[in-house]
């Protein structure tokens, strides 16, 4: 009877980007019972008020990643999302913020799938920035209109995007040992330098010039495009799990079953 | 010319939970300008999780708190506000309390105002707590929820509840004035020892039994009586405040006009 190593699960978690803590069969169990989401109009967002980054790509037949849209926001200044925003972090006005981002976001992309990547809680240094929380604050103001709406739309039956909350560290690792590289990805620069090797390497491609464009010509993107490297690894990352998962899923159910 | 003294103008807008920076046009302008609100069916809310605190209040004509209800509740377990919750504070668990909780507190108070006590950014210790994260964030849902209904409300022409956001500093040193005391307020004792005050004194009468009980008995509202205390003097400062407005806004009118 074939049984199967749980260092072989472990690896098949890192690759599908699911936990990887637990006995064999919480393993299998995960594997196989883990949700496979759509991959085509998946928002790939890096939070942020002067750096919000989106990429918003889908997967084709090849299961290659097609980005459509891509970019990194200022939204205190005229920005390509057109949110009109002036800085103040009073509660009312960063609802106002969010509410108006949320409603964007919907409006432009109809996204089938949001991606968000869970903001950390402690920042490792002796106090947590200021800026830290205000990120946090948007982030928590996404969530409550997503699930509000949610529910509207349940109580209508109408179909409405997932939101999921993903671990940076689920991304990270999953991509250095897809590329199998030691780069450390808490440096921004190994994290460029992936996305560039993703594009050259047509793992990446692109539906239009523009989103390209963004990221080889952006005026202030220079220095930010580790942002933007950051909304492409969600995204991308993502979506090869999903392939990931539907391959190995099958093939671990035979362990479940003896 | 009868003019008017910053000093006095100060003190004013200390009595009336306005800030009191600025020159002496500035706070005149300030008095002047501040809306009134309506002081029926005020809910003032000292926000946490383990220790929800209300008091829903309003002024009779005599300018006198009448509280209908008053508690403070741990919502993660089973509460007198039924919101059934179990403790995990991923965003997407944190933003199903918030939503249960907004629609609770409207279907439950119809407020016309609700108060909430602006949560700390710096804790002034090292580092921020955990805690003090989470209850931001259900600040933050809260106010993304409440703005969202409130454009929707508008939209449809239809009234909408205030939602206004108090810094405990004006609260406490308004108490701290108006009964003449060097208590410090950061101590809770002091605030409970307060309230005691307040409800002997008769300056705070009860609508029913129900809500004085609460605070003379509630079972685990022994070690809590912070909180409750907290939301009454948040309910109660703020709908005097009110009062006081009208008062000397039509006294200090006559400054500006000369």
Redesign the interface.
């Known amino acids: 009877m074939a049984t199967v190593k749980l260092s072989f699960l472990q690896h098949i978690c890192k690759l599908t980007g699911l936990s990887r803590s637990g006995r064999k069969d919480e393993l299998l169990r995960r594997i196989v019972d883990s949700p496979i989401y759509p991959t085509s109009r998946v928002l790939g967002i890096d939070l942020g008020i002067k750096n919000f980054s989106y990429c918003f790509a889908s997967q084709n037949e090849d299961s290659k990643v097609i980005i459509h849209n891509w970019s990194v926001e200022n939204l205190t200044e005229k920005n390509g999302l057109d949110i009109q925003w002036t800085e103040d972090f009073?509660?009312?006005s960063?609802?106002?913020l969010?509410?108006q981002l949320f409603n964007t976001l919907h409006e432009k992309f109809n996204p089938h799938v949001i991606l968000?990547e869970?903001q950390r809680?402690?920042s490792g240094i002796?106090?947590?920035p200021?800026w830290t929380?205000r990120v946090?604050?948007l982030?928590?103001?996404?969530?409550?209109?997503?699930?509000?709406e949610k529910?509207n739309s349940i109580e209508q039956k109408i179909q409405y995007p997932f939101?999921l909350?993903l671990s940076p560290k689920s991304t990270y690792s999953y991509w250095a040992s897809v590329l199998n590289t030691k780069a450390s990805f808490s440096k921004k620069k190994s994290r460029v330098q992936m996305v560039k090797e993703l594009i050259d390497g047509q793992k990446i491609l692109f539906e239009n010039e523009e989103a390209l464009y963004k990221w080889n010509n952006g005026s202030r993107v220079e220095f930010k495009k580790d942002d933007m490297a950051d909304s492409a690894l969600i995204a991308s990352g993502w979506m090869r799990w999903q392939a990931q998962l539907k391959h190995y899923r099958n093939f671990c159910k035979q362990f479940l079953k003896q």
């Open positions: 009073q509660p009312s960063m609802a106002d969010s509410i968000m869970r809680y402690r002796a106090t947590i200021e929380l946090n604050m982030e928590s103001m996404l969530y409550a209109l997503h699930y509000a529910r939101l909350s």
